[in-house]
């Protein structure tokens, strides 16, 4: 069965950087879009960034855009998330998440059981 597990989440301080990383199993890696949300204490689980499945489309929240870079290695069927400069407002559990062959999915189909994410002021 298809297998997202999110890995490098932890407390760090204001200004920091982390890379989170979702290795994929069970699918073919190569045809589907990865996508990063997180969800806050008390709030919506909110989008963070998305990369098509070749990697040619690469999609951010405003509220992460130029701070945070997505990336993927179709050969280690692995996404990732790199977060710098990161604030206290971006503590989080984040959940990576694939669709196959939707450039920019509405819903995904398969989820990760989240990495936590806190950061410190």
């Known amino acids: 069965q298809v297998q997202l597990v999110e890995s490098g989440g932890g407390l760090v301080q204001a200004g920091d950087s982390l890379r989170l990383s979702c290795a994929a199993s069970?699918?073919?890696?190569?045809?589907?879009?990865m996508g990063w949300f997180r969800q806050a204490p008390g709030k919506e689980r909110e989008f963070v960034a998305a990369?098509?499945?070749?990697?040619?489309?690469?999609f951010y929240a405003d509220s992460v855009q130029g701070r945070f870079t997505i990336y993927r290695d179709n050969v280690k069927n692995t996404v990732y998330l790199q977060m710098n400069s990161l604030k206290p407002e971006d503590t989080a559990v984040y959940y990576c998440?694939?669709?196959?062959?939707?450039?920019?999915?509405?819903?995904?189909?398969?989820w990760g059981q989240g990495t936590q994410v806190t950061v410190s002021s």
């Open positions: 990369i098509s499945w070749t990697g040619g489309r690469i």
């Open positions: 998440a694939a669709e196959r062959l939707v450039v920019r999915p509405a819903e995904y189909n398969y």
């Open positions: 069970g699918l073919t890696f190569s045809s589907y879009t």
